[in-house]
Every structure is written in C-alpha cells, then in structure tokens.
C-alpha cells in the first residue's frame, strides 16, 4: 500500500484523491509521496483520517456577474473563483489549474478544447441564447449545459423598442449634430411615427411577447409569426395570425425578429423575406446576427431604402471591448447598439439569481433546472417494466442480465412506493432482451413481482 506523507498529513490513497500534477514521488524511499498543498480542495487529510470534501463546489465565473450572484454562490456552500476576463488560451489553462466543477459565462466562447481541459460538470450560461457554447461537445463529454431563459426579456424588448423609434425619429442622427455644434431642425423633422403603424414580429418567444404590450401602448396593431402560432393563441395574446413569415415581410410597417438560433433558424431571414418588405420599411434584430443573411441584408438596405436597428452582427468582436471591423458599420441606414439587449441591471440582476438556483439544484440533487442539451428522443426501442420488491441486488441482477446481452440501457427510473416495500423500474433499451432472458429473469428471483417488455413508438 502506497502511504502519502507531508507535514503531519498521512493518509492511505485508496481514501485519497491525487492530482498527479502535483505529487512528487521520492524515489529514495520507495512507497512514500509527497502532496502539494496546491489543488487540494477534494483532499483534506490530517493526522491519518482522509475526508471527501463532497459539499464543496467549485465555480469558475469567466465573465462579468452580479455581486449579488456571487454572494449567492457562496451562500450555497459554493468556493468562488471569479476571473471575468478569462478568455481562450487563459481560460483553458485556468480551467486545467483549477479544476471546476462548474463554469458560469456571460458571452465568452466555450471550446471543446475547454472542456476538455479539466473535469467540469455543469456550464451554466449566464443568459439566455447558448450559440457560443460547443454544446454537442459538451454533450460528447457528458456535461450539463444550462442557461437563463426569459430573465432578460423585458429588457431585450425595451431596446428592441428604443430601436424602433430612434429609426423613426433618427435619435443618433439628432445627437451626432448636435455634438458637432449642428442644429438642423429642418432636416430632423420629418418622421413618420408609429401610431397606427404595423409591428411585425418574426418568433413569440417570451421576449417577442414582450413586444406586444409596447407596441399596443403606442397604438401600433400586431401581425405574428412563430412555429409554434396557431390562430386560436394569436387572438388570445392579442396578435394577428399569419401562417408564414414572409407575410409579415409585406405587411409590416415595423419588423422585429426574435428567432432563437439553431441550424433551422440560421439565414432564415434571407433575400426572399427582404423582397416582400415595403420600400422604406424598418427592420430590427435583437435576437443573434446570425438568423438574419447579412449580405441579403446590406443589398435590401442599399435597393429597397430599408432603415435597420441591430443590436447583434453576425462578425461580432469575441470581447467586450475591441475593433468592429464589420464593414456594414458604414451603412447610413443602420442604427446599431453593441449587443446590449439584456445589458439591464434588472436583468442582470434576475439572471444572476437564476444562475445561482441551478447552482443550488444541481448541487442538492444532481439535476439541472434548464438544461438544453439532453436527447429529446434515445436509440431506444423497447422498455423493460419491472415491478419488484424493494431489496438489494434486485436490479443489479436484471442490469447484469442485460449486459450479458450487449444491450444498451438508454435511460432508467425506479420508483418505490408508498412504504419502501415494492418499487417499480422502468429501463428503456436499444434492443429487446430474448425471451430466455426474459423468462429466467420472471422465474429466477423471487424478489421480481411481474416484468414485462412493451415495444417503444416513436411516433
């Protein structure tokens, strides 16, 4: 048995978790090592007695978050390292020194090469989209990732609003005059307003929702389209219903987009949908650039007269600070925020606490409230229903049964009832068990009560 020994620490390391990066073997006298105090926070071993610290978890914060989430973390038991600069390379590594369980971002890119780079469990997003997170990698590798969804749609929809009327009353155009000691009443006066003026909205997610009160406040009807719209809850939100988007495209006076991004959504604004707006008509995007074909964009700004509100582009600096070298930046009919949409303190505010009782969820319990990258639908093909008394090995005996079969178990619960007497499980497997294997498990333990197999659909 290997002992590890450092001032007063002794500990036998079958109870010992080891970080090799930090242990130094002594090879003049075999059998002892020695542990670096660094990177210890899993070992605390002292005068022989080894200890799992499993109620400590540690949070890497790559990106800028609420005091008050931080303190929350905390408060939960939670050791907190705090780095919101941390970006590529130096993430990686503060990933590979420090090991964390968890790692919180705002819109700092997540690799796989980070995920790679230590033993994270959970990434939490601190927002709502997750487009900068490699989620099939983190999926590859068995790790959570979450996110915030809806905590920042009143502000998202309050600035998607701003845009709308600094078109219509060329606000920015107004300040940089008047800054240049300019003042050009005449030429400021013309605006159309938005009284009686149609909002299209492209997505009725909760922040496309969270346009319809504004827009009804300054008297301008709604037209819709979503997915997931039917007529019966456009007329209950108070929208007019429309069965594709490129009829909204001709009728808006006003179109806003509020598509989340995933490989259906992405170019889905395009120059057919560009088309069918009207001469002059105003266009706003605060969801992500990448929805919308930019180039289609530009050449409908150039021919058609499109006056355009973006807070999202779709080559946007990976920094908070930095160079926007994008060259629609020199179009005279944008009107262009820095991707700010849910940059409140309010919002920041929510999403910080809702970070912290996922956190708090996934720490207590093992599950993640919000998380995006579970299969909607397994392999599976056949479930194995399983009705037995509620003793040791009764499971391991079907498990090892199946195994025995190469068959893969797909996903698994077992519930116990009332009284911890009898438990029901429920295994989905890739494939059907054979009937000898079926008919040993019904016979052969007399603690099985009833097992039958049903054929999955997928319908």
């Not at 000691?181 to 400021?188: L, M, P, R, V």
Request: negative net charge; hydrophobic residues 45%; contains cysteine.
């Amino acid at each position: 048995m290997v002992r590890a020994e450092a001032a007063g620490w002794v500990a036998d390391t079958h109870n010992l978790i080891l970080d090799l990066r930090f242990v130094i073997f002594d090879f003049v006298n075999p059998g002892v090592v020695f542990v670096s105090a660094i990177n210890n926070r899993e070992s605390k071993i002292r005068n022989g007695e080894s200890k799992i610290d499993n109620d400590t978890m540690l949070v890497l914060i790559a990106d800028k978050f609420e005091q008050s989430g931080r303190d929350g973390l905390q408060a939960i038991g939670c050791e907190i390292s705090f780095q919101p600069d941390l970006k590529d390379d130096a993430l990686i590594e503060a990933i590979r020194m420090e090991n964390p369980d968890v790692l919180v971002v705002r819109g700092t890119k997540v690799t796989e090469a980070m995920l790679a780079a230590g033993q994270i469990k959970l990434v939490v997003r601190a927002g709502a989209g997750f487009n900068t997170i490699d989620v099939a990698a983190a999926s590859r590798r068995g790790i959570y990732v979450s996110n915030c969804p809806g905590k920042n749609s009143i502000a998202v929809a309050e600035l998607a609003f701003g845009l709308i009327l600094a078109l219509d009353r060329r606000i920015a155009d107004n300040v940089i005059s008047l800054r240049r000691g300019e003042w050009n009443k005449k030429e400021f006066s013309r605006a159309r307003g938005l009284y009686g003026r149609t909002l299209g909205l492209i997505g009725l997610g909760k922040i496309g929702q969270e346009m319809i009160p504004r827009a009804q406040a300054f008297g301008m009807p709604v037209i819709a389209w979503s997915r997931s719209l039917t007529p019966d809850r456009a007329a209950e939100i108070g929208v007019e219903y429309r069965a594709q988007a490129v009829n909204v495209a001709g009728e808006a006076d006003v179109v806003s987009v509020h598509l989340a991004l995933n490989p259906k959504t992405k170019d889905f604004i395009d120059a057919e949908f560009f088309a069918a707006m009207r001469e002059g008509a105003y266009f706003v995007n605060t969801a992500r650039g990448e929805v919308v074909n930019q180039a289609a964009l530009v050449e409908a700004m150039r021919s058609r007269g499109l006056r355009v509100g973006l807070d999202v582009f779709a080559n946007e600096p990976t920094s908070s600070t930095g160079e926007f070298s994008d060259l629609i930046r020199d179009e005279p009919n944008l009107f262009g925020t820095h991707h700010i949409g849910a940059s409140t303190d309010q919002a920041q505010e929510a999403i910080a606490a809702e970070t912290v009782r996922i956190v708090r969820e996934f720490k207590e319990t093992g599950k993640v409230p919000n998380v995006v990258n579970l299969a909607r639908q397994t392999p599976a093909t056949h479930r194995l229903v399983v009705r037995h008394l509620d003793r040791p090995g009764v499971l391991a005996g079907v498990l090892d049964a199946i195994k025995a079969e190469q068959i893969n178990v797909q996903e698994m619960e077992n519930i116990v009832f009332e009284g911890a007497a009898a438990a029901v499980a429920r295994i989905n497997l890739d494939n059907a068990p054979s009937p000898h294997t079926l008919k040993r498990l019904r016979t052969e333990n007399a603690d099985v009560i009833e097992l039958n197999l049903l054929k999955l659909s997928h319908e």
